[in-house]
Nanobody, 126 residues
Framework: QVQLVESGGGLVQPGGSLRLSCAAS????????ITWFRQAPGKEREGVSC????????DYADSVKGRFTISRDNAKNTVFLQMNSLKPEDTAVYTC???????????????????WGKGTLVTVSS
C-alpha cells in the first residue's frame, strides 16, 4: 500500500531555509504526482507545489514562486521541497499527497489526491 512520510520541519528564522522530504513507498507504477500542501491555523489547506515523478514537470503557487523548489530523487523514492527566504506567513503544517497520473498545473495538482502523509510543522519566527 502507498505510504508517504514527511520530515524536515522545524523552527527557522525569517529569511532562513528548510528542506522538507516526502518519502514514498508502495506505488505500483511510476506515473504519479506528488503535491505539497500547507495549512496554517484558521486557514484552508492550499497546494504549494507539485511534481510529476515520472516526467519531472513542476508547478508552484504564486505565493512561493522564486522561493520554493520542488524536486525528486527517484533512486531514493523521495520528493523534496526546498524552502528559501522563508516568511512568517509560511508557517503551517506541510503535508505531501499523491495521486496516480501526471498532472501539470498546481490547480489540477490539488484535485483527487488519493494518499496523504501525516504532515510536518514549519514555524517561521524570530
Amino acid at each position: 500500500q502507498v505510504q508517504l512520510v514527511e520530515s524536515g520541519g522545524g523552527l527557522v528564522q525569517p529569511g532562513g531555509s528548510l528542506r522538507l522530504s516526502c518519502a514514498a513507498s508502495g506505488f505500483t507504477s511510476d506515473y504519479y504526482t506528488i503535491t505539497w500542501f500547507r495549512q496554517a491555523p484558521g486557514k484552508e489547506r492550499e497546494g504549494v507545489s507539485c511534481i510529476s515523478v515520472n516526467t519531472g514537470r513542476t508547478d508552484y503557487a504564486d505565493s512561493v514562486k522564486g522561493r520554493f523548489t520542488i524536486s525528486r530523487d527517484n533512486a531514493k523514492n523521495t520528493v523534496f521541497l526546498q524552502m528559501n527566504s522563508l516568511k512568517p506567513e509560511d508557517t503551517a503544517v506541510y503535508t505531501c499527497a499523491a495521486r496516480y497520473g501526471s498532472v501539470y498545473t498546481i490547480q489540477r495538482c490539488q484535485q483527487a489526491m488519493g494518499y496523504w502523509g501525516k504532515g510536518t510543522l514549519v514555524t517561521v519566527s524570530s
